[in-house]
């Protein structure tokens, strides 16, 4: 007999997981597949986990900052124990640095109109609160390149600095702390196993095959 589920969600990192545990919050029956042998062990382990405001539209921005707030009380917004603990949130601050190439100033204009807290740096401020070179290089060029170690040509424009930003201890443990939150909702969660086929019946997906040949049936 196939086994049936509301929904499939192939991979069981970050975005899977997340995705897992809030279809279960709301009542789906959720299966996550994954062909490695636990959660967050793909692209998600290598994730530097930062924190960050500075997206491109302002609907990433409110993503972002909305997320935050998980992020700053991570154990309330799981609502489950984990035997491995849970990740945690160094709020340290987020430093953009400004150039003429980037859209720093429709970024600071979103940050105003969604309410990110933000500080304008000039470059004496960087230097005096973060040593750094302020000079301007570029575009960036290969080591190979004989002008890759040419000398800065101009300086930056300055700096935004967002203090809510910061990073996450450890990407694949959050990872996992949202595997358990949404197993305590629910969720089942399938390891060593690798999708071969995505079957539709009508246009639309009626489930997954394994390469073992295991099927599983979701509309979702």
Avoid at 7 to 35: M, P, R
Wanted: proline share 5%.
């Amino acid at each position: 007999m196939n086994q049936t589920a509301d929904a499939i969600i192939v991979g069981a990192g970050i975005i899977g997981s997340a995705i897992s545990f809030e279809l279960a919050k709301k009542g789906y029956q959720v299966i996550n597949l994954d062909k490695l042998p636990d959660a967050g062990y793909g692209s998600t382990s290598n994730s530097c986990a930062i924190v960050r405001f500075h997206y491109s539209t302002r609907d990433g921005i409110i993503m972002a900052h909305e997320g935050y707030f998980y992020w700053k009380n991570w154990g309330d917004y799981l609502e489950a124990p984990d035997e491995r603990g849970h990740a945690r949130f160094r709020e340290v601050g987020m430093l953009m640095l400004k150039t003429t190439l980037d859209d720093y100033l429709a970024i600071e204009s979103y940050f105003e109109e969604v309410g990110v807290p933000f500080e304008r740096w000039d470059n004496a401020m960087i230097q005096a609160r973060l040593p750094l070179n302020t000079g301007l290089y570029g575009p960036p060029k290969l080591p190979s390149d004989e002008s890759f170690w040419t000398e800065a040509h101009g300086t930056l424009a300055g700096a935004t600095f967002t203090p809510q930003g910061g990073y996450v201890t450890d990407p694949q443990l959050a990872t996992h702390n949202l595997m358990r939150a949404a197993e305590a909702k629910g969720s089942q969660f399938i390891y060593n196993a690798e999708v071969s086929e995505v079957r539709q019946v009508g246009g639309r997906v009626s489930g997954v095959t394994l390469k073992d040949g295991t099927r599983l049936d979701a509309p979702i």
